[in-house]
């Protein structure tokens, strides 16, 4: 692999939140070998000419999904026909500058597979496999008119279903097994699931620790699907590491989240873009009323957990709707955050959530190769990165060039 000198570029340093003039950055064996101010000497690198643009790490989504499956009163899927759409919204993930990204259900190890063995072109993944829900939970798909039997537990779901300290410890080791990086967690009720209000606590607190003893002596973690305070609550005490959605967190929670360490992961362009099309993509009009309860909130959880220096990653969970709509995750935080800490949202805390802490979502040496060029400045205007990935002149990862518009 030829060394890669890129110069002429203005570096944004992610953590500090400026733009830094005068730096080159040398690549060598899919990372960064150096970043220095004024010129790298490297006899023999191909000089890489960034004209004057901005260079930034990859972008890292810690909340997306692959293979979501059919939602309620649409048709099920083959299984090779949501791995063959998974592999195309890979391709274009990675195309919108997200160069790693974490599953929340859904997606097995052959995704991961996919990717590594430069079968498909797509982002670094982390994967959660199916779900853990209990009967009735959010991962329970069936209508309340449906009897019991096997068929929303198949390897091609979302989730599955597991009630009790046992089976839930069976689950854990089972998706482990094959080869999840992390457990999802359904800690209560949601949006699509037809069986439970958004309120609804799901998982005692046996089973909850349960599942989180049995992921931490594997070495990983939980995640948790979980909207109200009570809930959010209730799943930090007793050891989930992230929250996902946490809409209707409130200040006591938050001081709670701090202090153990818990991160959020909000997704809160998803609700806004599944009210608009709440129809065409099968919800019912239960579904799209739980959605404008979930949307109305808004993102008053983003200042509340912000103010309580609660680590917030960024997240988009478009299961349904299109996923063009990744990036505009940006422009919904920007009414209530900064530029500069929506960034690091989804670069330098982003690594800290998949444990890459110094080897992603940073431009140092050391770390992979993931970087953007982008045209702008997105500490001014986030809309550079929008569009698919339009105002992106070069997109690498681990050192290849995945775009190369220069």
Same mark, same amino acid.
């Given at each position: 692999?030829?060394?890669?000198?890129?110069?002429?570029?203005?570096?944004l340093?992610?953590?500090? $939140?400026?733009?830094?003039?005068?730096?080159?950055?040398? !690549?060598?064996?899919g990372?960064?070998?150096?970043v220095e101010?004024?010129? !790298?000497?490297? =006899?023999?690198?191909?000089? !890489?000419?960034?004209?004057?643009?901005?260079?930034? =790490?990859?972008?890292?989504?810690?909340?997306?999904?692959?293979? =979501?499956?059919?939602?309620?009163?649409?048709?099920?899927l083959?299984?090779?026909?949501?791995?063959?759409? +998974? *592999?195309?919204w890979?391709?274009?993930?990675?195309?919108?500058g997200f160069t790693?990204?974490?599953?929340?259900?859904?997606?097995?190890a052959?995704?991961?597979?996919?990717?590594?063995?430069?079968?498909?072109?797509?982002p670094?993944?982390f994967?959660?496999?199916?779900?853990? #829900?209990?009967?009735?939970?959010?991962g329970?798909?069936r209508?309340?008119?449906?009897?019991?039997?096997?068929?929303?537990?198949?390897?091609?779901?979302?989730?599955?279903?597991?009630?009790? &300290?046992?089976?839930?410890?069976?689950?854990?080791?089972?998706?482990?097994?094959? +080869?999840?990086?992390?457990?999802?967690?359904?800690?209560?009720?949601?949006v699509s699931?037809?069986?439970?209000?958004?309120f609804?606590?799901?998982y005692?607190?046996?089973?909850?620790l349960?599942?989180?003893?049995e992921?931490r002596?594997?070495?990983?973690?939980?995640?948790?699907?979980?909207?109200s305070?009570?809930?959010i609550?209730?799943?930090s005490?007793?050891?989930?590491?992230?929250?996902?959605?946490g809409?209707f967190?409130?200040?006591e929670?938050?001081?709670?989240?701090?202090?153990?360490?818990?991160f959020?992961?909000?997704?809160?362009?998803?609700?806004?873009?599944d009210?608009?099309?709440?129809?065409a993509i099968?919800?019912?009009?239960?579904v799209?009323?739980?959605? #404008?309860?979930?949307l109305e909130?808004?993102t008053? #959880?983003?200042e509340i957990?912000?103010?309580?220096?609660?680590?917030i990653?960024?997240?988009t969970d478009?299961?349904?709707s299109?996923?063009?709509h990744?990036?505009?995750?940006?422009?919904v935080?920007?009414?209530?955050?900064?530029p500069?800490?929506?960034?690091? #949202?989804a670069?330098?805390i982003?690594a800290?959530?998949?444990g890459?802490? +110094?080897?992603?979502? !940073? *431009?140092?040496?050391?770390?992979?190769?993931?970087?953007?060029?982008?045209?702008?400045?997105?500490?001014?205007d986030?809309? &550079?990165?929008?569009?698919? $990935?339009?105002?992106?002149a070069?997109?690498?990862?681990? +050192?290849?060039?995945?775009k190369?518009a220069?």
């Amino acid at each position: 692999m030829t060394d890669l000198l890129l110069k002429n570029l203005a570096l944004l340093d992610v953590e500090a $939140g400026v733009l830094r003039s005068g730096r080159q950055i040398l !690549v060598r064996d899919g990372k960064i070998a150096a970043v220095e101010e004024g010129r !790298v000497d490297a =006899p023999g690198a191909e000089e !890489v000419d960034c004209g004057g643009r901005t260079v930034m =790490p990859g972008l890292i989504d810690c909340h997306v999904h692959i293979a =979501p499956g059919a939602i309620l009163n649409q048709p099920k899927l083959h299984a090779s026909l949501t791995a063959a759409r +998974g *592999v195309m919204w890979m391709r274009q993930m990675i195309q919108r500058g997200f160069t790693t990204a974490r599953d929340a259900g859904g997606a097995d190890a052959g995704f991961r597979q996919a990717v590594e063995r430069g079968i498909s072109l797509g982002p670094r993944l982390f994967v959660a496999g199916r779900a853990i #829900s209990q009967t009735g939970g959010h991962g329970d798909k069936r209508w309340p008119s449906e009897e019991a039997c096997s068929c929303h537990a198949s390897t091609a779901s979302l989730a599955r279903v597991a009630d009790g &300290v046992d089976e839930c410890r069976r689950a854990v080791r089972d998706e482990l097994r094959m +080869g999840a990086n992390h457990i999802k967690v359904m800690a209560g009720g949601g949006v699509s699931s037809p069986s439970d209000s958004i309120f609804h606590l799901q998982y005692s607190d046996e089973e909850l620790l349960a599942l989180v003893d049995e992921a931490r002596r594997q070495h990983t973690y939980c995640m948790a699907h979980v909207y109200s305070a009570e809930g959010i609550r209730r799943a930090s005490e007793l050891g989930i590491r992230t929250i996902e959605h946490g809409n209707f967190l409130d200040e006591e929670t938050a001081k709670v989240m701090a202090a153990r360490g818990t991160f959020l992961v909000p997704t809160l362009v998803t609700y806004r873009v599944d009210g608009a099309n709440g129809k065409a993509i099968g919800f019912t009009d239960e579904v799209i009323a739980k959605n #404008s309860q979930v949307l109305e909130a808004g993102t008053r #959880s983003l200042e509340i957990a912000s103010a309580a220096g609660v680590k917030i990653a960024y997240g988009t969970d478009l299961a349904y709707s299109s996923k063009v709509h990744q990036p505009e995750e940006f422009l919904v935080r920007a009414e209530v955050q900064k530029p500069a800490d929506i960034i690091r #949202s989804a670069t330098v805390i982003g690594a800290e959530v998949v444990g890459m802490v +110094g080897k992603i979502g !940073v *431009v140092a040496p050391g770390a992979y190769a993931d970087l953007l060029v982008v045209s702008g400045n997105p500490l001014e205007d986030l809309g &550079v990165l929008q569009n698919e $990935g339009a105002q992106m002149a070069a997109i690498l990862k681990e +050192g290849q060039f995945v775009k190369r518009a220069l």
